[in-house]
């Protein structure tokens, strides 16, 4: 009987010495086994799937909620990917604008001014001077729609910044209420 202990126990040694020394040799064998048997072996997991799947959910039941901590991270970045993926491909969407509709913008404005003029602080611009100023901007899914899109001067559309329309005409109130001057032709 101790016989037959130590024995097992040298075997056991023995194999995992065996194992250790031809590591890669023997993945190699796993591999090319598995790949030359790959739908019998598909077939045993289905069918070992079929007959303890209740073991199997409970055993992924079990480690998930072993590791909750784990589990909350792994949801909470993988909807935050599928979010930012979403909002990605909503803005690619309306970030494209086509040259028709910023021709359409410059025409509307020397309609508007009879020359090329900022909307902001009502100077006339010189061609290449001027920019195209977001009214919601674009940082804050603002789109490039016609709607959107304004002529403005370098200053003031760098001054209005993530501004919003509304939020930068307040601004300049504020500012100037505070200089003491009051400009109602501001905005
Ligand atoms: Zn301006």
Known sequence: MRNMEKRRAYMKEYSKKYRLEHHTELLLKKKIYRDKNNEII?????????????????KVREWKSENKQYMRSYLYQYYRNLDNLRVKNEFRRKHYYTISI??????????????????????????????????????????????????????????????????????????????????????
């Open 42 to 58: 598909r077939e045993k997991q289905r069918e070992y799937l079929d007959k303890n799947r209740i073991q199997a959910y409970t």
């Open 102 to 187: 910023v021709q359409k913008v410059f025409e509307d404005n020397i309609k508007e001014f009879g020359t090329l003029t900022c909307i902001y602080c009502f100077s006339p611009l010189e061609f290449g001077k001027d920019t195209i100023d977001h009214l919601v901007p674009v940082s804050r899914m603002g789109d490039n729609s016609y709607e959107n899109m304004v002529i403005s001067c370098r200053v003031c559309n760098s001054t209005k910044g993530a501004k919003t329309y509304e939020e930068f005409g307040n601004w300049i109130i504020d500012t100037n209420n505070k200089k003491g001057v009051y400009n109602e032709t501001a905005i």
